[in-house]
């Protein structure tokens, strides 16, 4: 692959810093957001790094997306949200945070109340890796 020295997310690919891995296949990695917006948010990403969606192969959006919805069934299944967003930001007024193509597998509640550009808060890390542990279980 083509890995970023400076991409947070191609370190978490590498092993170099910690993340609660949900799971992994030849072109794609998930685990938690450790912002969450809601409980049971998880990130899916390429092995590839590419910043956006202009710049990522159509191979590996592919392959995101497959895993995408992969991760979004165990997420239903162990978090019985209301709803599910599978949501992709490119931008600074998308508020794209990190310039490693990402999907974000959202959980939606009713009366949540979440927007689109929802502030990044930092979630409680025992429950985070509870509840990975659940989503695995239910992959
Ligand atoms: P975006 O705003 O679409 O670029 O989303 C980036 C997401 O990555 C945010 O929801 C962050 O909470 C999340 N994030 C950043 N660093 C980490 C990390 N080390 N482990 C897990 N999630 C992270
Ligand atoms: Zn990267």
Known sequence: MNPDPDCIFCKIIAGEIPCF???EDKATFAFMDINPA???HA??????HAADVHAVSAEAIAATVVTAKKIATAVER???PDGLNLLQCNGPAAAQSV???HMHVLPRFDND???LNWGLQPGDMDAIG???ERIRANL
């Open 21 to 23: 891995k949900l799971y």
């Open 38 to 40: 809601n409980e049971g």
């Open 43 to 48: 990130l899916v990403i390429p092995r590839e």
């Open 78 to 80: 162990t978090v019985k």
């Open 99 to 101: 310039l490693h193509f």
């Open 113 to 115: 109340e979440l927007k």
């Open 130 to 132: 509870a509840l990975a």
